[in-house]
Protein backbone atom coordinates (compact mmCIF):
# COMPACT_ATOMS: atom_id res chain seq x y z
CA UNK A 1 0.00 0.00 0.00
CA UNK A 2 0.56 3.42 0.03
CA UNK A 3 1.37 4.16 2.88
CA UNK A 4 3.72 7.46 2.21
CA UNK A 5 1.37 9.99 3.53
CA UNK A 6 -1.09 9.47 6.30
CA UNK A 7 -4.63 10.34 5.06
CA UNK A 8 -7.00 13.16 7.03
CA UNK A 9 -10.58 11.09 6.88
CA UNK A 10 -13.70 13.39 7.64
CA UNK A 11 -16.73 11.36 7.84
CA UNK A 12 -20.36 12.22 7.66
CA UNK A 13 -23.24 10.49 8.55
CA UNK A 14 -26.84 10.63 6.87
CA UNK A 15 -29.05 9.02 9.00
CA UNK A 16 -31.98 8.13 6.71
CA UNK A 17 -30.20 6.09 4.68
CA UNK A 18 -27.27 5.08 6.74
CA UNK A 19 -24.57 6.31 4.50
CA UNK A 20 -21.08 8.05 5.48
CA UNK A 21 -19.42 10.67 3.01
CA UNK A 22 -16.31 11.21 3.03
CA UNK A 23 -13.87 13.85 2.53
CA UNK A 24 -10.14 13.15 2.30
CA UNK A 25 -7.15 15.37 2.99
CA UNK A 26 -3.94 15.95 4.76
CA UNK A 27 -4.23 18.95 6.78
CA UNK A 28 -5.66 22.68 5.99
CA UNK A 29 -5.66 24.01 2.76
CA UNK A 30 -4.54 21.01 1.00
CA UNK A 31 -6.20 19.00 -2.28
CA UNK A 32 -9.04 16.80 -1.25
CA UNK A 33 -11.96 14.15 -2.27
CA UNK A 34 -15.35 13.74 -1.47
CA UNK A 35 -16.14 10.17 -1.44
CA UNK A 36 -20.10 8.97 -1.92
CA UNK A 37 -21.96 12.28 -1.25
CA UNK A 38 -25.92 11.97 -0.85
CA UNK A 39 -28.51 14.69 -1.54
CA UNK A 40 -31.17 14.56 0.32
CA UNK A 41 -34.67 13.26 -1.15
CA UNK A 42 -38.20 12.91 0.40
CA UNK A 43 -39.95 10.38 -1.98
CA UNK A 44 -43.28 11.29 -0.56
CA UNK A 45 -43.31 14.61 -2.00
CA UNK A 46 -40.66 14.34 -4.59
CA UNK A 47 -38.57 17.15 -3.10
CA UNK A 48 -35.01 17.40 -2.83
CA UNK A 49 -32.70 19.26 -0.21
CA UNK A 50 -29.06 19.45 0.26
CA UNK A 51 -28.50 19.19 4.20
CA UNK A 52 -26.14 16.70 4.06
CA UNK A 53 -24.29 17.91 1.01
CA UNK A 54 -24.33 21.40 2.73
CA UNK A 55 -22.12 19.92 5.69
CA UNK A 56 -19.53 18.44 4.01
CA UNK A 57 -19.26 21.79 1.98
CA UNK A 58 -19.08 23.95 5.26
CA UNK A 59 -16.37 21.30 6.49
CA UNK A 60 -14.30 21.63 3.30
CA UNK A 61 -14.46 25.39 3.19
CA UNK A 62 -13.60 25.95 6.97
CA UNK A 63 -10.20 23.47 6.69
CA UNK A 64 -9.77 25.94 3.38
CA UNK A 65 -9.75 22.32 1.47
CA UNK A 66 -9.63 22.57 -2.52
CA UNK A 67 -11.96 20.09 -4.22
CA UNK A 68 -10.17 18.07 -6.45
CA UNK A 69 -12.62 15.43 -6.93
CA UNK A 70 -15.82 14.08 -6.23
CA UNK A 71 -15.87 10.34 -6.19
CA UNK A 72 -18.71 7.19 -6.28
CA UNK A 73 -18.25 3.89 -5.32
CA UNK A 74 -21.31 2.92 -7.72
CA UNK A 75 -24.36 3.92 -8.71
CA UNK A 76 -25.94 3.67 -5.75
CA UNK A 77 -29.33 2.29 -5.21
CA UNK A 78 -29.93 3.57 -1.92
CA UNK A 79 -29.31 6.84 -2.11
CA UNK A 80 -28.84 9.68 -4.98
CA UNK A 81 -25.96 11.52 -5.15
CA UNK A 82 -25.37 15.41 -4.57
CA UNK A 83 -22.06 15.47 -7.01
CA UNK A 84 -23.01 17.69 -9.38
CA UNK A 85 -24.28 20.58 -6.05
CA UNK A 86 -21.02 19.85 -4.87
CA UNK A 87 -19.39 20.50 -7.91
CA UNK A 88 -21.08 24.09 -8.48
CA UNK A 89 -19.96 24.83 -5.18
CA UNK A 90 -16.80 23.84 -4.80
CA UNK A 91 -15.58 22.60 -8.12
CA UNK A 92 -13.96 19.36 -8.39
CA UNK A 93 -14.47 16.38 -11.38
CA UNK A 94 -16.81 13.64 -11.05
CA UNK A 95 -15.49 10.71 -11.11
CA UNK A 96 -17.08 6.66 -11.34
CA UNK A 97 -15.89 3.62 -12.45
CA UNK A 98 -15.94 2.73 -16.16
CA UNK A 99 -18.14 0.15 -15.98
CA UNK A 100 -20.87 2.42 -15.18
CA UNK A 101 -21.44 1.78 -18.64
CA UNK A 102 -23.01 -1.52 -18.28
CA UNK A 103 -25.21 -0.17 -15.66
CA UNK A 104 -26.56 2.56 -17.65
CA UNK A 105 -27.51 -0.18 -20.79
CA UNK A 106 -29.15 -1.79 -18.66
CA UNK A 107 -31.23 0.52 -16.80
CA UNK A 108 -31.55 2.93 -19.93
CA UNK A 109 -34.17 -0.13 -21.33
CA UNK A 110 -35.84 -0.54 -17.84
CA UNK A 111 -36.53 3.26 -17.86
CA UNK A 112 -37.16 3.48 -21.42
CA UNK A 113 -34.73 6.76 -21.28
CA UNK A 114 -34.89 6.90 -25.20
CA UNK A 115 -31.84 7.65 -27.89
CA UNK A 116 -31.06 10.63 -26.39
CA UNK A 117 -30.08 9.13 -23.13
CA UNK A 118 -25.70 8.52 -23.76
CA UNK A 119 -24.62 5.02 -22.62
CA UNK A 120 -21.06 5.99 -22.59
CA UNK A 121 -20.26 7.31 -19.44
CA UNK A 122 -20.21 10.89 -20.20
CA UNK A 123 -22.58 12.39 -17.72
CA UNK A 124 -19.20 12.07 -15.51
CA UNK A 125 -16.00 13.87 -16.02
CA UNK A 126 -13.81 10.90 -15.90
CA UNK A 127 -13.59 6.97 -15.51
CA UNK A 128 -11.43 5.53 -13.58
CA UNK A 129 -9.98 1.56 -15.04
CA UNK A 130 -8.90 -0.93 -12.42
CA UNK A 131 -5.64 0.55 -10.89
CA UNK A 132 -5.69 3.20 -12.57
CA UNK A 133 -4.09 5.97 -9.90
CA UNK A 134 -4.94 9.86 -9.47
CA UNK A 135 -2.69 12.02 -7.60
CA UNK A 136 -4.12 14.55 -5.44
CA UNK A 137 -1.68 16.86 -3.11
CA UNK A 138 0.29 14.73 -1.06
CA UNK A 139 -1.84 11.92 -1.62
CA UNK A 140 -2.67 9.33 -4.54
CA UNK A 141 -5.59 7.46 -4.92
CA UNK A 142 -5.69 3.58 -6.49
CA UNK A 143 -9.08 2.38 -8.01
CA UNK A 144 -9.42 -1.54 -7.52
CA UNK A 145 -12.28 -2.84 -9.51
CA UNK A 146 -14.72 -5.08 -6.85
CA UNK A 147 -17.57 -6.23 -8.52
CA UNK A 148 -20.57 -8.15 -7.00
CA UNK A 149 -23.17 -5.85 -5.56
CA UNK A 150 -23.49 -4.24 -8.83
CA UNK A 151 -20.91 -4.78 -11.94
CA UNK A 152 -19.49 -1.99 -11.95
CA UNK A 153 -18.74 -1.31 -8.25
CA UNK A 154 -14.87 0.42 -7.50
CA UNK A 155 -13.24 0.83 -3.79
CA UNK A 156 -10.47 3.11 -3.33
CA UNK A 157 -6.68 2.81 -2.01
CA UNK A 158 -5.96 6.39 -0.30
CA UNK A 159 -2.79 5.91 2.14
CA UNK A 160 -2.94 3.19 4.78
CA UNK A 161 -6.84 2.93 3.80
CA UNK A 162 -9.53 1.18 1.53
CA UNK A 163 -12.64 3.02 0.68
CA UNK A 164 -14.92 0.18 -0.21
CA UNK A 165 -18.22 1.33 -1.42
CA UNK A 166 -20.78 -1.44 -0.73
CA UNK A 167 -17.88 -4.31 -1.07
CA UNK A 168 -18.12 -5.39 2.44
CA UNK A 169 -20.08 -4.11 5.99
CA UNK A 170 -19.09 -4.09 9.64
CA UNK A 171 -17.88 -7.71 10.46
CA UNK A 172 -21.58 -8.01 12.61
CA UNK A 173 -23.48 -6.68 9.48
CA UNK A 174 -21.50 -8.67 7.00
CA UNK A 175 -22.03 -7.85 2.95
CA UNK A 176 -24.33 -6.35 0.37
CA UNK A 177 -27.02 -7.58 -1.80
CA UNK A 178 -25.90 -8.81 -5.31
CA UNK A 179 -29.64 -9.41 -6.51
CA UNK A 180 -29.32 -6.10 -8.68
CA UNK A 181 -29.39 -6.60 -12.70
CA UNK A 182 -25.86 -7.58 -13.08
CA UNK A 183 -24.93 -8.30 -9.77
CA UNK A 184 -23.29 -11.27 -8.68
CA UNK A 185 -22.34 -13.15 -5.28
CA UNK A 186 -19.65 -15.41 -6.71
CA UNK A 187 -18.06 -11.65 -7.95
CA UNK A 188 -18.54 -9.95 -4.62
CA UNK A 189 -16.83 -13.23 -2.86
CA UNK A 190 -13.96 -12.95 -5.24
CA UNK A 191 -14.15 -8.78 -5.16
CA UNK A 192 -14.09 -9.40 -1.10
CA UNK A 193 -10.83 -11.31 -1.17
CA UNK A 194 -8.89 -8.89 -3.03
CA UNK A 195 -10.65 -6.31 -0.19
CA UNK A 196 -8.87 -9.17 2.72
CA UNK A 197 -5.61 -9.82 0.71
CA UNK A 198 -4.29 -5.73 2.00
CA UNK A 199 -2.40 -5.92 5.51
CA UNK A 200 -4.40 -7.08 7.99
CA UNK A 201 -3.82 -2.91 9.44
CA UNK A 202 -5.71 -2.00 6.53
CA UNK A 203 -8.15 0.48 7.75
CA UNK A 204 -11.47 -0.51 5.58
CA UNK A 205 -14.25 2.82 5.16
CA UNK A 206 -17.24 1.32 5.19
CA UNK A 207 -20.29 3.27 2.58
CA UNK A 208 -22.89 2.46 4.75
CA UNK A 209 -23.77 0.69 8.53
CA UNK A 210 -27.04 -1.27 9.49
CA UNK A 211 -26.14 -1.67 13.60
CA UNK A 212 -27.61 -3.62 15.39
CA UNK A 213 -29.67 -2.20 18.49
CA UNK A 214 -27.10 -2.61 20.88
CA UNK A 215 -24.24 0.12 19.02
CA UNK A 216 -24.24 3.19 17.16
CA UNK A 217 -23.81 3.05 13.40
CA UNK A 218 -19.87 3.04 12.75
CA UNK A 219 -17.45 3.65 9.73
CA UNK A 220 -14.03 1.99 9.76
CA UNK A 221 -13.19 -1.46 10.45
CA UNK A 222 -9.99 -3.29 9.56
CA UNK A 223 -8.68 -6.16 7.18
CA UNK A 224 -8.09 -8.40 10.32
CA UNK A 225 -10.93 -7.59 12.09
CA UNK A 226 -13.04 -8.63 9.05
CA UNK A 227 -10.87 -11.64 8.13
CA UNK A 228 -11.73 -12.70 11.94
CA UNK A 229 -15.50 -11.81 12.60
CA UNK A 230 -17.52 -10.81 9.56
CA UNK A 231 -20.95 -12.77 10.06
CA UNK A 232 -20.77 -13.60 6.11
CA UNK A 233 -17.26 -14.04 4.88
CA UNK A 234 -14.85 -14.50 7.27
CA UNK A 235 -11.53 -16.44 6.78
CA UNK A 236 -13.48 -19.74 7.39
CA UNK A 237 -15.98 -19.27 4.78
CA UNK A 238 -16.18 -20.54 1.18
CA UNK A 239 -16.70 -19.43 -2.12
CA UNK A 240 -19.37 -22.06 -2.51
CA UNK A 241 -20.94 -21.30 1.46
CA UNK A 242 -20.88 -17.75 0.86
CA UNK A 243 -22.75 -17.81 -2.49
CA UNK A 244 -25.83 -20.04 -1.42
CA UNK A 245 -25.69 -17.65 1.63
CA UNK A 246 -25.88 -14.54 -0.07
CA UNK A 247 -28.25 -16.00 -2.81
CA UNK A 248 -30.66 -17.27 -0.47
CA UNK A 249 -30.65 -14.32 1.70
CA UNK A 250 -31.24 -11.93 -1.39
CA UNK A 251 -33.94 -13.59 -2.43
CA UNK A 252 -35.87 -11.96 0.84
CA UNK A 253 -35.31 -8.85 0.51
CA UNK A 254 -37.35 -6.15 -0.54
CA UNK A 255 -35.98 -3.48 -3.00
CA UNK A 256 -34.51 -0.16 -0.91
CA UNK A 257 -36.63 1.91 -0.69
CA UNK A 258 -35.23 4.52 -3.25
CA UNK A 259 -34.12 2.34 -5.46
CA UNK A 260 -36.28 4.18 -8.33
CA UNK A 261 -35.07 7.56 -7.99
CA UNK A 262 -31.37 6.62 -7.32
CA UNK A 263 -30.72 4.45 -10.17
CA UNK A 264 -32.32 6.97 -12.74
CA UNK A 265 -30.58 10.29 -10.76
CA UNK A 266 -26.85 8.72 -10.37
CA UNK A 267 -26.39 7.17 -13.66
CA UNK A 268 -27.27 10.60 -14.96
CA UNK A 269 -23.65 11.49 -12.35
CA UNK A 270 -26.25 13.03 -10.30
CA UNK A 271 -27.67 15.50 -12.41
CA UNK A 272 -32.06 15.59 -12.76
CA UNK A 273 -33.73 14.64 -15.85
CA UNK A 274 -34.01 17.29 -18.71
CA UNK A 275 -36.64 19.20 -17.58
CA UNK A 276 -40.24 18.99 -19.69
CA UNK A 277 -42.12 21.83 -21.72
CA UNK A 278 -43.69 22.93 -18.01
CA UNK A 279 -40.19 23.68 -16.91
CA UNK A 280 -39.95 20.73 -14.26
CA UNK A 281 -37.93 17.65 -14.21
CA UNK A 282 -39.37 14.14 -14.01
CA UNK A 283 -39.19 10.48 -12.82
CA UNK A 284 -40.08 7.65 -13.75
CA UNK A 285 -41.83 4.71 -12.04
CA UNK A 286 -42.02 1.48 -14.20
CA UNK A 287 -44.65 -0.63 -13.21
CA UNK A 288 -43.98 -4.59 -12.77
CA UNK A 289 -40.95 -4.40 -13.66
CA UNK A 290 -38.01 -4.11 -10.35
Same mark, same amino acid.
Given at each position: ?6 ? /? ?37 ? %? ?13 ? $? ?14 ? /??? *?????? &? ?15 ? &????? /?? =? +??? !? ?13 ? #?????? =? ?7 ? @? ?9 ? @? ?5 ? =? ?12 ? %? ?10 ? @? ?9 ? #? !? ?18 ? *? ?11 ? +? ?5 ? &? =????? +?? %????? #? ?8 ? &?? $? ?8 ? !? ?14
Amino acid at each position: MNSSSRA /DVKAFFDPETWTFTYVVYVGKKSPCVVIDSVLNYDPKSG %RASTRSADEVIGFIQ $NEQLQLDRILETHAHA /DHL *TAAPYI &QSKLGGKIVIGERITNV &QNVFK /DV =F +NLG !EQFAVDGSQFDHLLK #DGESLP =FGALSLKAL @YVPGHTPACMA @YEIGDAL =FVGDTIFMPDVGTA %RCDFPGGSAQSL @YRSIQKVLSYP #D !ETKLYMCHDYPPEDRAAAYC *TTVGEEKRFNIHV +NAGISEE &Q =FVQMR +NK %RDATL #DMPNLILPSI &QV $NIRAGHLPEP !EANGKSYLKIPLNTL
